[in-house]
């Protein structure tokens, strides 16, 4: 390789790195990281439990009942 393209591709690494680093820093910044544990504490909530507004079981239908 020569001295010219060795110093294109530093060039263009630099400019990737820089952009990877502010991409993070932004993201740390706006506050894309603060809740660790959110997730994790959701997972084990039921997901019918009705008191959740957009789970709640209509008391009209009878899911459980088999028709024939």
Request: no cysteine; charged share 25%; glycine share 0%.
């Given at each position: 390789m020569t001295t010219t393209t060795l110093l294109f591709l530093l060039g263009v690494t630099i400019i990737f790195v820089g952009i990877a680093a502010a991409g993070i820093l932004w993201a740390i910044k706006s506050g894309q990281y603060d809740d660790m544990e959110g997730p994790a504490q959701r997972i084990l909530m039921d997901d019918d439990d009705p008191m959740i507004p957009f789970k709640r079981l209509n008391p009209n239908l009878?899911?459980?009942?088999i028709e024939k």
């Open positions: 009878n899911q459980n009942k």
